[in-house]
Nanobody
């Protein structure tokens, strides 16, 4: 069964850190580009970060660059999103997504495997 399961969300304060984890049950996981998206209430789902299947290349949205770090452990079929210096604007449901393309895409319609999401709430 192909699935992605996110964990690690929670309620934190401005300036705090969180690490999200995405556990993947995908054949040939190390051939997928893996990404994180987020969706705040009343807003469209937006790209956050992506890491190439090799782990050698990553890409970030401007809003999180320098604060968030995406990484992966192919031997564990796992992707991480380390989020530091969290802002209230980072409050959203965070989703893990998989794309079998070798290119990094930021459009949601390029991803066909999604997790159920994990809530991140940043309070002041």
């Amino acid at each position: 069964q192909v699935q992605l399961v996110e964990s690690g969300g929670g309620l934190v304060q401005v300036g705090d850190s969180l690490r999200l984890t995405c556990a993947a049950s995908i054949p040939n996981f190390n051939s997928y580009t893996m990404s994180w998206f987020r969706q705040a209430p009343g807003k469209e789902r937006e790209f956050v970060a992506a890491v190439h299947w090799s782990g050698a290349t990553s890409h970030y949205a401007d809003a999180v660059r320098g604060r968030f770090t995406i990484s992966r452990e192919n031997v564990k079929n796992t992707v991480y999103l380390q989020m530091d210096d969290l802002w209230q604007e980072d409050t959203a449901v965070y989703y893990c997504a998989a794309d079998q393309s070798s290119n990094i895409h930021v459009e949601t319609n390029m991803y066909h495997i999604w997790g159920q999401g994990t809530q991140v709430t940043v309070s002041s």
